[in-house]
């Protein structure tokens, strides 16, 4: 009897020692800790190096500086022809003045002498304040006027700006000298292609 009580007695301490170890699982979650502030922006870095240069393009067309060109169609010439060229006269003279005359299929520059049984020449005149470029012919001499008619096929005037930089006065007598190159102006085909107009 004394062994059953001694048994009970172990297994009541046994179980209350159980029970007092145990935690119970109906416990909440603690509230969550706030993210902290993020933190600075860096400095900036230091500039990459430099690339490579890249190919060079090729080359423009080079542009004509305001040469123009203006032509006219066949026309029978008597004495003499007018041809308008839309510049005011008091500004003429800071261009260059080339006429053309297409005849018996050649490109001739004007002034010409002698040629067929007579000379082509041209002045400049103020008409309606613009200026006006008067083709005559005469005979070989010059002296008279040539009155049979000639065809001229195709009529050109080349107008070339002068620089304002390019013009020089000079109280005396004496010339001026211009830069660069130029082409052959009694050679047509030359001037055109000198300043990409076409032929």
Known sequence: MRNLTQI?????????????????NDGKDGAKGETG???AKGDKGDQGIQGEQGIPGPQGIEGNAGVMMYKWGERVV???A?????????EIENYLINAYACIFGSWIPIPAAAMGGFSIDYALFKYSNITCLSVYLTKPNGSDEYDSPVTFDAFRIIVVPIPEENITEYAGAGGTGSKGA????SNYAEVAEY????Q
């Open 82 to 90: 007018q041809y308008l060229i839309p510049i005011l006269y008091e």
């Open 37 to 39: 502030a993020a933190g």
């Open 8 to 24: 009970a007695t172990t297994i009541l301490l046994s179980a209350a020692l159980m029970c007092a170890c145990s935690k119970p």
């Open 195 to 198: 300043y990409g107009l076409p």
């Open 78 to 80: 008597t004495g003499d």
């Open 182 to 185: 130029a082409p052959d102006y």
